[in-house]
């Protein structure tokens, strides 16, 4: 699968969203763009994917760049419990035993 | 409510003697693997399945072992655990083997081998 980047670590005020940034720009045309998150103590959590075009559901939105070398994850109003590391994954054809490739991730801190 | 649930969450044992944790889904699916987290190596994953009786090597296989008799089961088996086994591991289960399917992660099992 394609390498990712992202920031090591953001802060937000809770209530305002927040923009998660992605470079993957050796992203192939196959590559399934997708974002987990891990909150303190627990297990990496789904939060959305997508291929081309942007994609809402009921915990973030995921707008992705026309050439697909790059994606945000927003979320649209912080809270307390978003405060955790998110990670951003390429997931393409080639994932040999449907594994996912979990680099360093964005910490997001939310300050009350 | 969906979930994938290991036992135990805490773990601390000695060189050298066997141990398996547990992990079971109640989602039907298909496929299920283990994944261990140590700091700056992110997730590594160890061993996984695609359904029962049909395992295969990840990542990082070396002292494990695992067995899918079951569908909603799929035990991590360390024969000879030594302190390089230390770390934080989860299990994770998803319906499919398509790659673009969610995966769902236990809460995780945090293993000290003394």
């Known amino acids: 699968d394609a390498k990712t980047t992202q920031p090591n670590s953001m802060e937000s005020n809770e209530e305002e969203p927040v923009h998660l940034p992605c470079n993957h720009s050796?992203?192939?045309?196959?590559?399934?763009i997708h974002w987990y998150r891990q909150l303190p103590s627990q297990g990496p959590e789904y939060v959305i994917h997508g291929l081309t075009s942007n994609v809402n559901n009921r915990m973030a939105s995921l707008a992705i760049a026309e050439d697909r070398k790059s994606s945000t994850l927003i979320l649209h109003r912080a809270t307390l419990r978003d405060a955790a590391v998110y990670y951003c994954i390429l997931r393409g054809i080639n994932n040999a035993g449907n594994m996912l490739t979990f680099g360093g991730g964005t910490r997001l801190m939310v300050k009350p | 409510e969906a979930q994938v649930t290991q036992n135990p969450r805490y773990l601390i044992t000695v060189t050298g003697k066997k141990l398996t944790v547990t992990c079971s889904q109640n989602m039907n699916h298909e496929y299920m693997s283990w994944y261990r987290q140590d700091p700056g190596l992110g997730l590594r994953q160890i061993y996984y399945s695609m359904n029962v009786e049909v395992t295969d090597k990840g990542d990082v296989p070396e002292g494990y072992k695992v067995s899918r008799k079951e569908k909603r089961n799929f035990p991590l088996i360390l024969e000879s655990p030594s302190p390089n086994q230390t770390s934080l591991y989860f299990c994770?289960?998803?319906?499919?083997?398509?790659?673009?399917?969610?995966?769902?992660f236990g809460a995780g099992t945090r293993l000290s081998v003394l």
């Open positions: 994770a289960s998803s319906d499919k083997t398509s790659f673009w399917n969610i995966q769902y």
């Open positions: 050796t992203i192939s045309g196959t590559d399934y």
